[in-house]
């Protein structure tokens, strides 16, 4: 009997197991964002909460199979956070426990449902092209932009197509296709890239920016001076007629071209830093108006300049007659084409 009494009292001191229906009620783990996949970089905070009227002195996080996440917070009676920044490193199954003091020891809940975090890779960038591909452009030319995803990349829903690394060019270049097109200004020099964008679990992502292009813009050279060697406003048949174009002073010209009725003349002339002359003979195929252009060499392309004034050549229909004004033959008189 007095075995029996002893070993009661010596039970009565030890601990008290604690059994599961003792165990203090599992908390809620959330995620804020609540994506269902995150790209390496963004952030996330998982926050644990204990159910109402549950004495917490602290809170644990555990990652993957019950491994204790080093940082364990402790807020007495206040919910618990976990900040994140996504990696590949950390992807995985959390989960987490609040606890209190009961006895002189550590009563743990219950873990909380488990919460998946999932990371990928941002999409890999475009390539951003030019056409045509010049190292220079000149005002009012045209030029398209570019923006090819890489092969087997079929969820992409939009582009977007940046100035000086960052700076929207307009809202207007949102593209489904990818490309853009607009006339060029001085002002539009700089450095482009673009991205696209996918839908992943609902989220529309952001691919990397390609690697940027740069477009310089440049006025067109000042235009020539056309000059006749005479200054008849008419010529007779057989007569002949030398247009002369010069590049205004200190302009560094490769070769200049004649322009009849907007069309290029077949004898373009090429004199570098000379004028250039271009010799006709007066007939009616060749009655018109004529314009030169010069041009030089920039930037691996041909930099052509304005076309200079229109001279007209004006040719009698009527050779072998002559009128005559006070004794002299009268041009401005004579039957013309």
């Known amino acids: 009997m007095v075995l029996t009494l002893l070993l009661l009292a010596f039970l009565q001191i030890l601990p008290r197991p604690v059994t599961p229906a003792d165990r203090p009620s599992a908390p809620t783990l959330s995620q804020n964002p609540g994506y269902t996949v995150y790209f390496p970089g963004e952030r996330v905070t998982l926050r644990c909460s204990a159910p109402r009227r549950e004495l917490a002195l602290g809170y644990r996080f555990f990652y993957q199979k019950g491994k204790q996440e080093p940082s364990v917070v402790q807020h007495p009676n206040e919910d618990a956070w976990l900040e994140l920044t996504a990696e590949k490193g950390n992807a995985g199954n959390y989960t987490c426990v609040y606890w209190r003091r009961e006895s002189n020891r550590e009563i743990s809940s219950g873990n909380s449902s488990s919460v998946s975090i999932t990371v990928t890779d941002i999409p890999a960038a475009p390539t951003?092209?030019?056409?045509?591909?010049?190292?220079?452009?000149?005002?009012?030319?045209?030029?398209?932009?570019?923006?090819?995803?890489?092969?087997g990349e079929e969820a992409v829903t939009g582009f977007q197509f940046y100035k000086y690394m960052g700076s929207n060019i307009s809202p207007d270049v949102l593209s489904n296709s990818g490309a853009t097109n607009f006339k060029l200004k001085p002002e539009d020099s700089g450095s482009y890239t673009c991205l696209y964008w996918i839908r992943v679990s609902g989220r529309e992502i952001p691919s990397v920016q390609s690697a940027p292009v740069s477009i310089s813009v440049t006025d067109p050279p000042p235009a020539p001076t056309l000059?006749?060697?005479?200054?008849?406003?008419?010529?007779?048949?057989?007569?002949?007629?030398?247009?002369?174009?010069?590049?205004?002073?200190?302009?560094?010209v490769s070769g200049y071209r004649f322009f009849y009725q907007g069309q290029q003349?077949?004898?373009?002339?090429?004199?570098?830093?000379?004028?250039?002359?271009l010799e006709l003979t007066a007939a009616k195929g060749n009655a018109g108006t004529y314009t030169c252009a010069y041009w030089r060499w920039e930037s691996n392309r041909e930099i052509s300049s304005r076309n200079s004034s229109s001279v007209s050549i004006r040719v009698t229909g009527e050779p072998l007659i002559?009128?005559?004004?006070?004794?002299?033959?009268?041009?401005?008189l004579m039957p013309t084409l």
Do not use: I, M
């Open 322 to 332: 002559f009128l005559l004004f006070d004794g002299r033959v009268s041009r401005d």
């Open 265 to 277: 003349d077949p004898s373009t002339v090429q004199h570098p830093n000379e004028g250039a002359r």
């Open 128 to 151: 951003l092209s030019l056409s045509p591909p010049h190292q220079l452009y000149l005002t009012g030319e045209s030029v398209r932009l570019t923006c090819s995803p890489p092969r």
């Open 227 to 252: 000059s006749l060697d005479t200054r008849y406003t008419v010529y007779v048949p057989g007569e002949r007629v030398t247009l002369t174009c010069s590049a205004p002073g200190r302009e560094l």
